[in-house]
């Protein structure tokens, strides 16, 4: 268990429809990341917030937004869905300093049909 | 843009064999970290290297991490069909606003 919780664990929904997806990040971790993953890809980096700002963007969707929210949990929302959209999500968290390392959720996984 | 290479992308090998997963850039990073992911599961951190020239040692297998610190291996030592999963690595760029890159993995299955 790497202390990060994300839910739902599983989401189905239709194309043009929104979404909210959601991490708890490890006790005491500041920083917060989502990533993408589809079918036998590697990790898309998406954003990231430190401490509830915004500190790096990477290819993220103008249809998708994300923010931190002050107890540092955070939100990815997810509109006007389109099949494409359909992947796993990864939420992950760090201390920012140290060794970096990010612990990763167990993921979302969106269907979009 | 910083990108990650890994190779290969794919490998096959029987139980016993030994085996190398490389990873590479053109970019300086402050750090680079390995993870393995299982299907369906988050990836898991697996070893964090920092210094140039850094190797470590995870029971059989072995992370070095290159002098200027664009490049990493990831050695297996007579690997088991448990070490079978997605290995990735990730470098982190930038100092107080960073972001961890991802490369974008090698598959391996190790056959009993």
């Known amino acids: 268990d790497s202390g990060v919780t994300q839910t739902p664990k599983h989401l189905i929904t239709a194309t043009g429809q929104r979404v909210t997806l959601r991490c708890s990040p490890r006790?005491?971790?500041?920083?917060v990341y989502w990533y993408q993953q589809s079918l036998d890809q590697g990790l898309q980096f998406l954003i990231q917030y430190y401490n509830g700002e915004e500190r790096a963007k990477g290819n993220i969707l103008e249809r998708f937004s994300a923010q931190q929210f002050p107890d540092l949990h955070s939100e990815l929302n997810l509109s006007s869905l389109e099949l494409g959209d359909s992947a796993l999500y990864f939420c992950?968290?760090?201390?920012?300093?140290?060794?970096?390392?990010?612990?990763f959720g167990q993921g979302t996984r969106l269907t979009v049909v | 843009t910083q990108l990650l290479e890994q190779s290969p992308q794919f490998l096959s090998i029987q139980e016993g064999e030994n085996l190398t997963v490389y990873c590479n850039s053109s970019?300086?990073?402050?750090?680079l970290q390995w993870y393995r992911q299982e299907p369906g599961e988050g990836p898991v951190l697996l070893v964090t290297v920092v210094t140039g020239g850094e190797v470590k040692k995870l029971k059989r297998l072995t992370f070095q991490f290159g002098d200027a610190r664009k490049d990493s291996s990831l050695h297996i030592t007579a690997a088991q069909p448990g070490d079978t999963g997605l290995y990735l690595c990730a470098g982190a760029v930038g100092d107080s606003s960073y972001k961890l890159i991802f490369g974008s993995g090698t598959r391996l299955l190790v056959r009993p």
């Open positions: 006790s005491g971790d500041l920083s």
């Open positions: 970019s300086v990073f402050s750090s």
């Open positions: 992950a968290s760090s201390v920012v300093g140290g060794g970096r390392e990010a612990f």
